[in-house]
């Protein structure tokens, strides 16, 4: 039997410190500092290094305080921002990073291939056709190859590239101060960036990104906690004083005039003239540092594709591993995808909106962190602590500067973000950890129910605040979205499964229960809440639950029971809410059948008996449930039962005085009782109403009678609602008026 090779993990210094260093000693400090300083002079110049680098400072800060918080994965920044701000906006983010991780490939090795086409000797003629397009094709093919085979390899390869780019630097220094010196340049001409500070800055400021090209390589580290905070913050110190050190060096040289180094076409060849030994080693490092970036972005970007896969954004084959634990398939697909990017042609165009939406990921970074600290989570404990509001000044730099480099990238960038977040929204995508969304609702709702706590709820902010007790949700769904109706965006439902002690089954399964009903309700388009309530009797159980359920500001204030279908789970039922009476709490006892759902023709019929003021939340249901879009052209019939004319009258007066003051259109109907059983005229009136509304007597007594007599009218209509209005006497007319 085979063994499997066992991935190779790296340290701060190789897996780290160097591909993110070299990414920010790249082809841009050696083609455009001279232009930044025969522009702007050496003062401005630093300024810009400064702001520029206090901007990834920020955001390596960010992400060190992430990533000692976390176990990183692999994934790196994908990983934190996904665990930290969630699933859908971790995708949204990450997605686009891997495509600018990819499309970078194409981009450094184009550059490489120019830079080294550039050297093309004259006495052999022109190039042949398509030779940039060639030899780029050549080195993402290497790049792809190298890294697909051993990551080891590659990262290793970059220790002699990082000792050419030092040794350019050296020579450089040497060049410079063996010619003639002279006070440095201060003053900014803009000879040849007309449109001013912010254009040299919004050119500049790619060289000091690359920084997190070494969190990218999170799942291959010894330790991420520890090499990511030291690596990265190492890296970009080290950027920052070496970017401070050659413009210095550029403004004191004799050697060359500001015109010269002003010159945009001059690039390179400012480097080559002023370093001692010149082409022979500024060549070699230019060539080192661009194939640098390039393998620090084919390292990064399958990685990426290898994370999404993980976490089922993306086909999980992507995920898959070489025997030695490298993303071959990811690897090979990145390449693949860089290749095709060589024929896209306007690569300078497509580089700019790279850049932004790489950008988008210093925001995502710093606004992670921010929230992390603003909701306070026990679980947020970074051996590195950021302030708030350093992480947003980050966030906001980094858009800033988005801006300037493109407005009509940064628009499109959010736009695409935006577009892939409300995609993976809609998928409901099924999230394995927790994130600080979560935290965010959870601080907001601590905030609401303690300033609700200390205001006392006013009839005018009455709200139905319901609780259905349900044994299968799937069973009775019909009955759940005839609840849910009463809420109508405006109240709040909770629904709840009773287990008893000895449900040992569903005992242990009981947050995954939990769970499940959230998904039966997202099948369906509802919302609402469920829990599931461990009781040691389910008729003591569903009193005691009943009666207690809410938090301080958001009790609930009505209790909604299916209608049992035994003899003695009716009985059990009218005793629990004899109970209840007591506590409250309104009480709806509702028969729904199947076909309730399904209505088009939709009529409503309250049956006013003028006790107990059922009649008021029978009035208050029925405008909730118009409030429905199936139902808001349903025809309200209110039918009320009496003995005598001079009493039929009276209640036409007093239910037409009602229903003006709530306003609400209804057609009234006051029957006179002679020889027939009240029972029986709603059965005859109603027979053919979608919804009917009925009282339900306080303190009923003769239980089983009473359960005879529900039991015949719930047999023979198609949706009822037995109401018995506990808590809100008289008060129905003011919620209507307030």
């Known amino acids: 039997m085979k063994s499997t090779k066992k991935p190779h993990k790296f340290g701060t210094f190789l897996g780290v410190y160097t591909p993110s260093i070299l990414t920010i000693l790249g082809l841009i400090m050696y083609l455009r500092f001279g232009w930044v300083v025969g522009n702007v002079g050496f003062l401005k110049t630093a300024l810009i290094v400064l702001m520029a680098s206090s901007i990834t400072f920020i955001t390596g800060l960010s992400a060190s305080a992430i990533a000692t918080n976390i176990k990183v994965g692999v994934g790196g920044e994908y990983y934190m921002i996904s665990r930290s701000l969630g699933l859908e906006p971790g995708g949204a983010i990450g997605i686009p990073l891997y495509l600018c991780r990819t499309l970078s490939v194409t981009f450094y090795c184009y550059g490489l291939s120019e830079a080294i086409l550039v050297l093309w000797p004259e006495s052999r003629g022109l190039l042949p056709a398509n030779a940039l397009q060639g030899l780029t094709i050549f080195f993402i093919i290497l790049v792809t190859a190298l890294s697909g085979k051993s990551a080891k390899l590659v990262l290793k390869s970059q220790i002699p590239i990082m000792i050419i780019v030092g040794a350019s630097i050296l020579a450089l220094i040497i060049g410079i101060l063996s ?88 690039g390179v060849t400012i480097w080559t003239r002023l370093a001692v030994f010149g082409p022979w080693i500024v060549y070699p490092a230019v060539w080192g540092a661009v194939l640098s970036s390039a393998f620090g972005s084919i390292l990064g970007g399958p990685r990426i594709l290898q994370a999404l896969s993980m976490d089922g954004l993306m086909p999980k084959f992507f995920s898959k591993l070489s025997k030695s634990g490298q993303p071959t398939i990811a690897t090979w697909i990145s390449g693949a995808i860089a290749i095709a990017a060589v024929f896209l042609g306007g690569l300078n165009t497509i580089a700019q909106y790279v850049s932004v939406l790489f950008l988008t990921l210093y925001v995502a970074v710093n606004v992670s962190a921010a929230t992390e600290q603003l909701i306070k ?78 205001k006392k709820v006013h009839v005018r902010n009455w709200r139905p605040i319901i609780i259905l007790f349900i044994r299968d949700l799937k069973e009775h769904i019909h009955l759940v979205k005839f609840t849910e109706m009463l809420g109508q965006n405006s109240g709040l439902l909770s629904i709840s499964k009773l287990v008893t002690l000895e449900d040992t089954p569903e005992l242990a399964r009981r947050n995954e229960i939990a769970f ?223």
């Open 377 to 454: 989570e026990p679980s947020y404990r970074p051996k590195i602590h950021v302030p708030w509001y350093v992480s947003l000044v980050g966030a906001l730099a980094a858009m800033v500067v988005m801006w300037l480099i493109n407005p009509w990238a940064f628009l499109f960038a959010l736009g695409l973000e935006a577009v892939i977040f409300m995609y993976l929204i809609s998928k409901k995508l099924e999230q394995q950890w927790g994130d600080a969304s979560t935290g965010i609702w959870m601080h907001l709702s601590r905030y609401a129910l303690l300033r609700l706590n200390t």
């Open 516 to 738: 499940e009903m959230q998904k039966d309700l997202a099948a369906e388009g509802l919302q609402a809440l469920t829990e599931v309530n461990v009781v040691n009797d389910l008729k003591l159980g569903m009193y005691q639950v009943a009666a207690s359920h809410g938090v301080a500001g958001i009790k609930t204030n009505t209790v909604v029971f299916g209608w049992s279908s035994t003899p003695q789970g009716k009985i059990q039922e009218l005793e629990i809410i004899n109970d209840l009476a007591l506590t409250g709490k309104n009480i709806v006892m509702a028969h729904i059948t199947k076909a309730f759902t399904n209505l088009m023709n939709k009529r409503i019929d309250i049956w006013w008996r003028g006790r107990d003021n059922n009649a008021d939340l029978m009035l208050l249901l029925s405008y909730l449930i118009r409030l429905n879009e199936k139902w808001k052209k349903a025809v309200v019939n209110i039918y009320s039962v009496v003995h005598t004319e001079a009493e039929k009258q009276t209640m036409e007066a007093h239910i037409r005085n009602s229903i003006n003051e709530a306003r609400i259109d209804a057609e009234i109907h006051v029957l006179l009782k002679e020889s027939h059983d009240v029972v029986e005229l709603l059965l005859k009136h109603s027979s053919k109403a979608d919804l009917v509304f009925s009282g339900l007597a306080r303190g009923a007594t003769h239980l089983e009678e009473r359960v005879q007599t529900l039991e015949h009218i719930a047999k023979h209509l198609k949706a009822v609602a037995f109401v018995q209005n506990n808590g809100m006497a008289g008060e129905i007319p003011t919620i209507f008026n307030a």
């Open 179 to 266: 010619k003639d010196l002279h006070a440095p340049v201060i003053e900014a001409t803009y000879q040849t960036a007309p449109e001013g500070f912010w254009y040299v800055f919004a050119v500049f400021f790619p060289a000091v990104t690359g920084f997190t090209a070494g969190i990218g390589l999170s799942g291959d580290l010894k330790n991420p906690q520890k090499s990511i905070p030291k690596g990265t913050l190492g890296a970009v110190l080290t950027g920052a004083i070496i970017y401070l050190i050659i413009p210095l060096l550029l403004a004191i040289t004799g050697a060359l005039t500001i015109e010269q180094m002003a010159d945009p076409e001059a």
